[in-house]
């Protein structure tokens, strides 16, 4: 079925639709990971978004049953240059094209994504529809939308829940969470509660934890006022770890500013240097802001890691406080795991703090 993608500058992709058959509009964006198409499809940062992968061929292992890391994806459609006549892969449960009808996103295929991406890297990430007909109705629609400020609100746990252990007691405050985050403590053995993104500072420290991690999600970090007040409130009480957009927050709590970038960084092939000890790893990263350099106070926060390639703030640790936080995605999926030990060292501040106030 013969389907177009319209970008708000009034450009005009023809293509193949595939997946749902439905109209979707939202913010188009690109990803520049070679695989682990399911876990970006299924990643709620995207939530709103179109997302445009610059890989040429998406779907050829198909959609298994291990790599989810959310259970209900919110994005709102996927760009491809081409997808297989028939993927195969042994863990391999549907296809791309099926999962996508299951989950009501629609597809598009046979667009040129390199030209798709020029654009976008030349003019920043804008809004772009996925329709029948790129008609003049289509274009006011697609000029009329206005992008939601309540993101995190509509992907958040609506209730706490647990993922039981016997471990430390980890507090997950969830802005969008990855599945893979709860893995990584999970393999620590920690006692896990998720909490909805509006959760105080006093319902946090009722529940006596050990450690708070701070998630990533969607959208503009001054969105969530509600969070940079709670991070206020537990700093200094007890260890935090901010990833992704828990990063921004606890910039943000801590009198830094953020910035909305021009195409952001989405893929995991992201070289960041350590500061103190010049180690590169290769990370994975999706997100649209950033932390402003010039706004960090060097009194309060050190600046533990910057991008290579466009020195981005990427980590920051609290000079007085046990809390520190990275742009990138530690627990990865998809890509490298060069930076996992940092959940080590999540674990091992918790162990210290604890043991300082013994």
Same mark, same amino acid.
């Given at each position: ?96 094209? $099926? ?51 309540? @993101? ?36 620590? *053995? ?44 537990? @700093? ?32 995991? *092939? %992201? ?15 999706? %997100? ?8 960090? $106070?060097?009194? *309060? ?58």
């Amino acid at each position: 079925m013969k389907r177009y993608l319209i970008l708000e500058d009034g450009t005009i992709f023809a293509g193949t639709g595939f997946g749902a058959p439905i109209v979707s509009t939202g913010e188009i964006v690109f990803n520049t990971g070679m695989s682990g198409y399911q876990e970006t499809i299924t990643d709620q940062s995207y939530n709103g978004q179109i997302i445009a992968f610059t890989y040429p061929l998406i779907g050829n292992y198909g959609v298994n049953r291990d790599d989810f890391e959310s259970i209900k994806p919110t994005c709102k459609g996927v760009v491809v240059h081409e997808t297989p006549r028939l993927a195969n892969n042994w863990r391999m449960n549907m296809s791309l094209d $099926d999962f996508l009808k299951q989950k009501n996103i629609p597809g598009i295929t046979d667009i040129d994504t390199r030209a798709l991406t020029r654009r976008l890297r030349d003019k920043g990430t804008m809004k772009a529809s996925i329709v029948d007909a790129a008609d003049d109705h289509a274009f006011d629609q697609l000029k009329a939308l206005v992008l939601p400020k309540n @993101q995190v609100q509509q992907v958040s746990t609506a209730k706490p829940y647990p993922s039981p252990a016997s471990g430390r007691n980890i507090i997950v405050i969830d802005f969008g969470l990855k599945h893979s985050i709860l893995r990584e403590l999970s393999k620590r *053995n920690c006692n896990i509660t998720v909490l909805p993104y509006n959760t105080s500072a006093a319902e946090i420290l009722s529940l006596d934890p050990d450690g708070v991690m701070l998630t990533n999600g969607p959208g503009d970090p001054e969105d969530v006022p509600e969070a940079i007040e709670m991070i206020k409130g537990i @700093q200094g009480k007890v260890p935090i770890f901010g990833i992704c957009l828990g990063h921004q927050l606890f910039a943000l709590a801590n009198g830094a500013k953020t910035y909305k970038m021009k195409f952001g960084h989405r893929g995991f *092939n %992201h070289p960041v240097r350590e500061v103190a000890t010049k180690r590169i790893d290769f990370t994975a990263q999706n %997100h649209g802001y950033a932390v402003a350099a010039n706004s960090i $106070d060097p009194q *309060n926060l050190l600046v533990t890691h910057i991008e290579i390639n466009d020195q981005t703030i990427e980590g920051l640790r609290h000079r007085q406080y046990p809390a520190f936080s990275v742009q990138f995605h530690p627990d990865a999926a998809p890509g490298p795991h060069d930076a996992v030990h940092l959940f080590d060292e999540f674990i091992d501040m918790i162990d210290n703090f604890n043991y300082r106030q013994k």
